[in-house]
């Protein structure tokens, strides 16, 4: 390919709705385009690199038995209805009816599409364990798309779905998984992707993992604990608390609070540490917007993929009304409207003297005791964990949050699907069994941006060359001299001939420009060929990244090429276990 007829164009300006880097260099290096809010079109750069992306999961897909298919991009409701998602999904979920009335969508995720496909198929216990996989289009109607192709609406993934007869089966390809994912993206040449303990959320499921890539442009909050192997997702991780009783069980003691309706001012009114404030926090249930007020110490935040799983529905930030009977600011768990639910955080425990609202306006309580005050109650874990924490696994206030974004997702999804699509198999015993599913999702684009966001200089992307989208671009610097324009067209027709995937740069403009564009491009290695190093019968080769310079007889710059480039592959194939 020659620059001259590259699709997409490049400029030195820094495009002002950006906030992060990979998504100025994606529209400034002539990567993507916008069509509509969160919807881009792709440039042959991007789809190059896409393409090499996929083939990395397809290998990695088949390595481990998985058989490629390829469900619709649009899907009846029907099937929808068939899981109960079509109502209990939310407005991410694009509804709409053809021409006949008939329910339809557009797949966000494939979960019922991969048990239709298969459930008459497999109705033997002989017919077990396979995995399914597609690379697919899809779309989720997001509500705030940003940063380019890290949230978008419409999307590429892959979406893989294994089927098992026991748990220890599913279990022991799971393990499988999550290797070919560490290997999938140490080929991609971003090793350093973690994964974290996540929560399932509309999935369903008990056990799931999300693969961080670490970078403070990610979205996602990680729990890491810097003593042990421990990492999770902020939604997933355990929040710890330990209390100690500084202040002994006094009496409760209704107080006038003018004009101190935040925990802030709670704290400087009463004079007493945030950390014996009961803090409430209310929402409503979206089914039917019955409050839920949940206590905790006033120090923390409440995690809602936590209350979400411990109610078991998704919830909303209250808007609180005269009829409620809720005072807002000064809400406390004593004489509280009966039809309220309220939940008690285990943040909360062992505190025997805490200021709380005393619902009613400008009142406060001193002295409360959750025990003595309100019985047994079950305390749950709702709170974030927090930095400095105490880590679920050794114990030790070891945690760290760091900023990651999500490449990729597993979960073990049980019977969730087969069950309510009524998916069976016969076992051995003739009796009628529900298959055991797994789901296994990685963003395609989203792995690309991500890539471009951890791996770019001042000046541009750094593409491993696993996946850039050229293996080599020549620079022919001075292309009106006839002795550099006709080596310069040699050499490009030599590189082609050893099918190195090369990009010929031969544009009659200065050396600087050139280079800044060749910089946006990202290509790994650099041929620079100009008239003053023909004349000494130099090429000089560089690579993106700066760590190789050098200059190379003419006569011996394919073989040195070709050198190089392996040197490149090697370097990342070393990652990979």
């Known amino acids: 390919m020659k620059v001259r007829n590259l699709i997409g164009e490049r400029f030195k300006e820094r495009p002002s709705d950006c906030v992060i880097d990979s998504h100025m260099f994606m529209i400034k290096g002539g990567y993507i385009k916008n069509v509509a809010n969160g919807i881009y079109s792709l440039f042959p750069p991007t789809k190059r690199i896409l393409k090499k992306i996929e083939n990395i999961i397809r290998e990695e897909m088949d390595r481990i038995d998985g058989q490629e298919v390829l469900f619709p991009v649009v899907l009846p409701g029907s099937l929808w209805e068939e899981s ?135 979205e996602d909050s990680i729990a890491i604990c810097g003593e042990c192997d421990y990492k999770a997702n902020m939604e997933a991780a355990e929040s710890i608390i330990v209390n100690n009783a500084d202040i002994q069980m006094g009496d409760l003691e209704e107080i006038d609070t003018p004009n101190a309706s935040t925990i802030e001012e709670v704290v400087n009114f009463v004079n007493l540490p945030i950390t014996n404030m009961c803090k409430a926090v209310v929402y409503q249930k979206n089914r039917d917007d019955k409050y839920v007020i949940v206590f905790l110490r006033g120090d923390l935040e409440v995690n809602e993929a936590k209350l979400t799983k411990v109610i078991g529905e998704k919830v909303h930030a209250a808007v609180i009304t005269e009829q409620s009977g809720i005072v807002a600011g000064f809400i406390g768990p004593i004489g509280l409207p009966t039809d309220v639910e309220v939940i008690f955080d285990s943040s909360l425990k062992g505190i025997e003297y805490l200021v709380t609202g005393a619902n009613k306006v400008d009142k406060h309580v001193k002295g409360f005791n959750i025990k003595r005050d309100c019985g047994d109650v079950d305390y749950k874990d709702i709170t974030k964990i927090i930095d400095g924490g105490i880590c679920p696994k050794c114990g030790k206030n070891s945690i760290t949050i760091s900023r990651g974004i999500e490449v990729g997702n597993i979960f073990q999804l049980g019977t969730k699907y087969t069950k309510s699509m009524n998916m069976q198999y016969l076992d051995a015993n003739g009796e009628s069994q529900y298959p055991i599913m797994g789901c296994y999702g990685i963003g395609v684009g989203r792995t690309a941006a991500s890539i471009c966001e951890v791996h770019h200089d001042e000046y541009g992307p750094i593409w491993p060359i696993t996946i850039a989208p050229w293996e080599v671009q020549i620079c022919c610097i001075r292309a009106d001299d006839e002795e550099t324009k006709k080596f310069s067209d040699s050499l490009y027709e030599q590189l082609l001939s050893e099918h190195i995937e090369v990009l010929y740069d031969d544009r009659d403009m200065r050396a600087g420009a050139m280079f800044a564009d060749a910089d946006l491009l990202g290509v790994p290695l650099r041929v620079v060929i100009s008239p003053r190093n023909m004349k000494e019968n130099l090429v000089e080769i560089s690579s993106r990244d700066k760590k190789i310079s050098l200059k190379v007889n003419k006569d011996d710059v394919v073989n040195e090429i070709k050198r190089l480039i392996k040197q490149l592959y090697d370097e990342i194939n070393q990652a990979v276990k």
């Open 84 to 218: 109960g998602r079509y109502e209990s999904v939310g407005e991410e979920l694009l509804r709409f009816t053809d021409r006949n009335d008939s329910k339809m969508v557009l797949g966000m995720t494939h979960e019922e599409a991969a048990v239709h496909l298969v459930r008459e198929y497999a109705q033997s216990y002989a017919k077990y364990p396979f995995m399914i996989y597609q690379i697919q289009t899809k779309f989720r109607d997001e509500a705030r798309p940003r940063a380019g192709l890290i949230r978008v609406r419409e999307f590429t993934m892959k979406d893989a779905y294994s089927f098992h007869t026991s748990q220890e089966d599913l279990e022991e390809y799971y393990a499988r998984c999550y290797e070919a994912y560490n290997r999938i993206y140490a080929r991609c040449g971003i090793p350093e992707v973690v994964a974290v303990a996540s929560d399932s959320g509309m999935m369903g499921g008990s056990v799931s993992h999300e693969y961080m890539l670490l970078t403070p442009a990610g």
